[in-house]
């Protein structure tokens, strides 16, 4: 599998990015990208109540270098970029920034999939269901981490 190379303006969260601030999802810049599409999963391994939660999954966007910031919290999504959505583990559609509890810092990974092809899985589908549907087709992995301290 061929690295992708993933990088956020960002070390630790400014609350723009936050459920202390706008909770607008942040850009994401790839390098090294050969794929047809890409799929974006964030993860966070640290909430006590499952090993990996993801605030935000989303698909099916065109191969670019940056994904930008503000992407709407709609199931598709046409502007700025086109890509499906699913619902995140708070069973939101979109993304769904840091907030841990106050006084806790979580770890937040943003995991880039290039795929070999669109996906064909319905907007609102779950984190279980990207899994599926990427399953065979991922021919570039990279991932990126930023904290958050609340």
């Not at 391994?45 to 670019?64: H, K, L, Q």
């Not at 795929?115 to 984190?127: A, E, F, I």
């Amino acid at each position: 599998m061929e690295k992708l190379t993933v990088k956020l303006d960002f070390l630790e969260f400014p609350p723009t990015h936050t459920c202390d601030g706008a909770d607008s999802s942040p850009g994401i810049r790839i390098t090294g990208l050969s794929a047809s599409s890409l799929a974006v999963m964030v993860v966070n391994p640290f909430v006590p109540s499952c090993c990996s939660f993801a605030p935000w999954i989303i698909w099916n966007i065109e191969p670019m270098e940056e994904i930008p910031p503000g992407i709407p919290k709609m199931r598709i999504v046409e502007s700025p970029i086109s890509a499906v959505q699913g619902r995140n583990d708070l069973g939101k559609i979109g993304y769904s920034g840091p907030c841990p509890p106050p006084g806790a810092t979580h770890r937040y990974s943003f995991k880039i999939y290039g795929l070999d092809s669109m996906l064909d899985l319905k907007p609102g589908s779950s984190k279980a269901d990207l899994v599926g549907a990427m399953r065979g087709h991922v021919l570039q992995f990279g991932d990126t981490v930023a904290m958050y301290t609340r």
